[in-house]
């Protein structure tokens, strides 16, 4: 006898729920099934073909504690073409894949579909023909609860969404998550713009901006998967700890082909092994140094006086001292890569004997102009003339080099900048020289000068009000023909050389027409906590508007003075760790070793950044220099006046203690000994 349909709502979505497990099973046993040995054609393809279907074989796992879907959208009308004759309606579950029956109906619609979007932006004032927005409760994997906005019926009350709170404020073990199921109106927008623009968000801490980026990346990769494929993507990070965070984001959402680094993982043409202090650093990556790497690129062209004479049989063609002037004049105006205008010269100086032996009765074809280019008095011209560079050799002598610098750096640098920017010590080789982040930058825009840096389709910056202008034109060199997603905070900017407005950091990046988006309203933080931390804006960011967050959550602030810091840390750990969830323990980088062996001491088993917490291991000891863009349940700070001090001035200091009073997510404790920054109140 057939199974008899339940009356019970949340029973009928648990089915449906086994239903589309089982449904995605069957597409990935199909999947699975698949034999290749019939394919015809090269092996290169057929090698291809296997890559393919293990990545869609990935792309199809269910992962148990993920749940298949979260939401589900009644339209007042039909959507599909088959059934708009009929007048009624349809109802579709959203989640973060597209998961169809057997006969290819579909189950659970993909977030990033167009008929997914009313569910983030539905509203009672543009309901968007939804008649009722259906979100999920799920505890351990298995749906447990829903609820329901009749978002039509005027007789219901407007009511805050208890799942979608709930969800938000679920503890966090383990990697960041996605967000898909909490999107809001003004983070889809962003997350749904075109391909074809960069987008700059400015947001404020708990706004989602990490995670609206990212899952920007996965919906441009479902919108334009053909073409980003060709061009690949790329995540930047600000360190290897941030990476490890978010690196499980993309891969839940079912994407696995997005690359992530960080600018020095970029730049890595040289061993980093030395260390520029503020004012070198700052000046490295001052704007003015393309200007000087130009110049130094082409220091070694030079003017030839001899002319160029080509032997070929019995005859000898005559190239004149100023028509190879000319050429080389030429190239040099057309401002086109150092290597690109070195590959030309050849074939320019070819095409000029060419000339003459037509006049002289003969009737050369394309063969013989590419003997001449390789002829060997017109290579020699060519090494003379136009010698081969090598980018890391060049910035070596850049900065080892006083007058060769002060040759390509006359009226861009002043004579102070320039002792500041040598190195104290000369480099004698590239291998052995101790090289520093700001150089190898210098380094990678060397490199472009001379051969251009390939690009990529999209390119996504989080952390980017920490990037120095050079830094910045590294990274759109990677995005030249593409578009990226700009992230930061320039209230978290925490490097001497942070960025003071995105219009300046936009044009460094090579894209100043991209629009800026603020987002203001936070999700992460309790409003508690934020508006405690805002206290320090005027001081960091005056121009910036504080922070909101729609989370009011009372008792999620102590401000706590202590005498015995050391049991004072311990007790404060233990309290947070007594609630369900992540901790961080977040203090200044040189008081790190000492609480590192405290905790040991006391039995309280820590991680490092970038290390994966667990239900057993959920204590994490952070420097404040790599706290920002993680986030913890509950967060220890300790004595924000070291903080402060860690820095070479009092701003940035404020600023690295801005972004420690907003890791937390639940609650956050400050221990001080010493007087609170006058900042705070």
Same mark, same amino acid.
């Given at each position: ?5 339940t ?164 503890p ?8 898909v ?30 995670a609206?980026?990212?899952?920007r990346?996965?919906?441009l ?7 980003? #494929?060709?061009?690949?993507? &790329? ?5 290897n $700890?941030? @990476?490890?965070?978010? =690196? *499980?984001?993309?891969? /839940? ?22 260390e ?36 070929r ?24 890569r150092?290597? #690109?205008a070195?590959?030309? &010269?050849p074939?320019?100086?070819a095409? $000029?004997? @060419?000339?003459?032996? =037509? *006049?002289?009765?003969? /009737?050369?074809?394309d ?45 861009v ?42 690009? &990529? ?16 034109? /590294?990274?759109?060199?990677?995005c ?139 204590l ?62």
């Amino acid at each position: 006898m057939p199974a008899t349909p339940t009356t019970d709502p949340l029973q009928r979505e648990r089915d449906h729920l086994a239903s589309s497990r089982s449904a995605l099973r069957a597409m990935r046993e199909d999947v699975q099934s698949l034999d290749l040995r019939d394919v015809t054609g090269t092996w290169v393809s057929a090698v291809i073909l296997q890559n393919q279907i293990e990545a869609r074989i990935a792309a199809l796992a269910d992962l148990s504690d993920t749940p298949l879907f979260f939401g589900r959208l009644d339209y007042l009308h039909a959507v599909s073409e088959e059934l708009s004759e009929g007048g009624g309606g349809e109802n579709f579950y959203i989640g973060r894949r597209h998961v169809h029956d057997a006969d290819g109906d579909p189950m659970v619609i993909d977030w990033r579909a167009p008929v997914s979007q009313p569910f983030y932006r539905a509203s009672r004032v543009e309901p968007m023909d939804v008649e009722r927005r259906r979100r999920f409760g799920y505890t351990g994997g298995e749906l447990t609860a829903y609820e329901d906005e009749h978002l039509t019926d005027p007789a219901e009350q407007e009511t805050s969404s208890a799942l979608l709170a709930a969800e938000i404020e679920k503890p966090r073990v383990g990697p960041m998550r996605d967000i898909v199921a909490t999107i809001q109106p003004e983070q889809d927008e962003i997350v749904r713009s075109d391909l074809t623009g960069t987008i700059c968000v400015q947001g404020a801490p708990g706004t989602g901006k990490t995670a609206v980026g990212l899952h920007r990346v996965a919906y441009l990769l479902y919108a334009h998967r053909e073409r980003l #494929a060709r061009t690949g993507t &790329l995540v930047i990070g600000p360190n290897n $700890a941030f @990476l490890s965070y978010i =690196e *499980q984001v993309l891969p /839940a959402l079912g994407e696995l082909e997005v690359a992530q680094a960080t600018v020095q993982q970029l730049v890595a043409h040289v061993e980093v092994r030395g260390e520029d202090d503020p004012e070198a650093a700052r000046l490295k990556g001052d704007a003015r140094m393309a200007e000087v790497l130009r110049r130094a690129v082409r220091a070694g062209i030079t003017l030839p006086t001899e002319p160029c004479v080509v032997v070929r049989g019995s005859r000898r063609w005559r190239v004149p001292a100023y028509e190879l002037v000319e050429i080389i004049e030429e190239l040099k105006g057309r401002e086109v890569r150092y290597d #690109a205008a070195r590959d030309a &010269l050849p074939q320019r100086i070819a095409h $000029a004997v @060419l000339l003459k032996m =037509e *006049q002289g009765g003969e /009737a050369p074809d394309d063969r013989v102009q590419d003997a001449v280019a390789r002829n060997t008095a017109v290579k020699a011209v060519v090494k003379e003339c136009w010698p081969a560079v090598d980018p890391a050799k060049l910035v070596l002598r850049l900065l080892s080099d006083p007058e060769f610098l002060a040759e390509c750096a006359e009226g861009v640098l002043t004579a102070e900048e320039q002792r500041e920017v040598l190195w104290p010590k000369p480099g004698r080789s590239v291998k052995t020289a101790r090289w520093t982040h700001a150089d190898a930058v210098l380094v990678d825009e060397a490199t472009d000068l001379v051969q251009r840096t390939p690009s &990529l389709g999209h390119v996504v910056l989080d952390e980017a009000q920490d990037l120095s202008p050079m830094q910045y034109r /590294a990274v759109g060199r990677r995005c030249t023909t593409g578009s990226a997603t700009v992230l930061g905070d320039l209230a978290q900017g925490t490097t001497p050389w942070a960025t003071a407005s995105w219009p300046d950091a936009l044009l460094h990046l090579g894209k100043p027409e991209a629009h800026v988006e603020e987002l203001t309203k936070g999700f992460r933080v309790p409003e508690e906590v934020i508006a405690y931390a805002s206290r320090l804006l005027p001081s960091i960011a005056p121009g910036l508007a504080p922070a909101t967050s729609v989370r009011d959550t009372p008792g999620a602030l102590e401000i706590r003075p202590v005498d015995d810091w050391e049991e004072a840390v311990l007790a404060a750990c233990r309290e947070a760790l007594e609630h369900e969830g992540s901790t961080g323990l977040i203090a200044a980088d040189a008081r790190i070793p000492r609480l590192a062996e405290l905790l040991t001491a006391a039995g309280l088993a820590h991680l490092s950044p970038g290390t994966e917490t667990s239900t057993e291991s959920r204590l994490t000891l952070v420097p404040a220099s790599l706290a920002k863009g993680l986030e913890y349940d509950y967060v220890v700070l300790d004595e924000p006046a070291a903080v402060v001090a860690g820095e070479p001035d009092e701003r940035t200091g404020l600023r690295r203690l801005y972004v420690a009073l907003t890791r937390a997510v639940s609650g956050l404790t400050v221990l001080h000994r010493e007087p609170l920054p006058e900042q705070l109140g």
